[in-house]
């Protein structure tokens, strides 16, 4: 086993290598967390769309349902 301490040269390469990859997954999560915040957003309009229909579908409904007529 070697004392020697690793090569500055060398050891700023592997840094820049580290960096390199690393900025690579940054870049791709960043893309990823993009996508997603779209889907979100089209499925957050989407679904207050449906919300409007049900509620254009529905009678206005201040108080409780009255029982049925069999009651």
Known sequence: ???????PASRLD???IRIAHQDR??????ETVAAQWLKID???RR??????????????RDGPEPPPPHY
């Open 1 to 7: 086993m070697s004392d020697r301490l690793p090569d």
């Open 14 to 16: 592997e840094l820049e």
């Open 25 to 30: 997954t940054i870049a791709e999560l960043n």
């Open 42 to 44: 089209t499925l957050g």
């Open 47 to 60: 679904l207050q769309q449906l919300v409007d229909e049900v509620s254009n579908l529905q009678p206005g």
